[in-house]
């Protein structure tokens, strides 16, 4: 069951309707298929966990919450899954323009997964060659941490990953840890809100479908009220023209 559809905004201190736009932070959450990123998002801004999810089809999901007390709208795009394959890394393109809309990126791995570790150094890289000279923040997380049975990736490995990579590491567990989920989130938010808001479309990269949504102007330009006065008088030389014409035949 899909807890919430594309663009459902969960209003934790809702707006009025007069007030100014709240400030947006804009988040990215990438990584391998099945490593539970939807269920990190989820567990994040609702406080919730639901096992099973559909197939994510690139979801973005909005709240208003308040911090260091300011109130602030945080949108976080929640991906399709990349995989690995003989050429290299698959993954849907809009994933580069999520990058590219972003404000920071979180990369995400499952410690039940090696594949999904092995991604990240791949798309470390996609989310460098994607901000061109404004890199933004990363971190790295490693979900799953509770199936202790089926760790596949060693503890050790993703903070000396995170060295290299140079981003902030937490090892998680979206099923039985809040805490540990709401810690990494909200960290990377209260360093974002401390940063002048940059200047950049608010519009999602993507809709459930794929398909780009451009924000469309409300406001049209009124056009400009005639000159009554050059109005006559352009009539009267097309009327002057018309009688030469039909004169001369």
């Not at 809009?94 to 997964?113: E, G, K, P, R």
């Not at 000159?227 to 023209?241: C, G, I, P, T, V």
Request: glycine share 6%; net charge positive; charged share 20%.
């Amino acid at each position: 069951m899909r807890l919430i559809q594309n663009m459902t905004t969960i209003a934790e201190y809702p707006a009025s309707e007069y007030s100014a736009p709240n400030r947006a932070i804009k988040i990215a959450v990438i990584g391998g298929s099945g490593v539970g990123k939807t269920a990190l998002v989820v567990r994040f801004l609702t406080k919730r966990f639901i096992g099973d999810y559909e197939r994510n089809a690139g979801n973005l999901y909005s709240r208003e919450v308040q911090v260091d007390g300011e109130q602030v709208t945080i949108q976080v795009q929640d991906t399709p899954g990349a995989e690995m394959t003989d050429n290299g890394i698959s993954l849907p393109d809009h994933v580069t323009c999520s990058i590219q809309w972003a404000d920071a990126v979180v990369l995400v791995y499952s410690v039940t997964d090696r594949s999904s570790f092995d991604l990240i150094d791949q798309l470390h890289q996609l989310v460098v060659r994607s901000s061109g000279p404004n890199m933004p923040p990363i971190i790295l997380l490693a979900n799953k941490a509770d199936l202790l049975h089926l760790r596949r990736v060693d503890s050790q490995q993703g903070p000396i990953l995170a060295g290299n990579l140079s981003c902030s590491f937490y090892e998680v567990s979206a099923s039985e840890d809040y805490s540990q989920v709401h810690g990494a989130f909200h960290r990377l938010c209260c360093q974002l809100a401390k940063q002048p808001p940059p200047v950049s479309s608010s519009s999602p990269p993507t809709s459930a479908s794929g398909v780009t949504e451009k924000r469309r102007s409300l406001l049209i330009p009124r056009p400009k009220s005639p000159n009554m006065q050059d109005l006559k008088r352009r009539f009267k030389q097309a009327l002057s023209a018309k009688v030469r014409t039909v004169t001369s035949v």
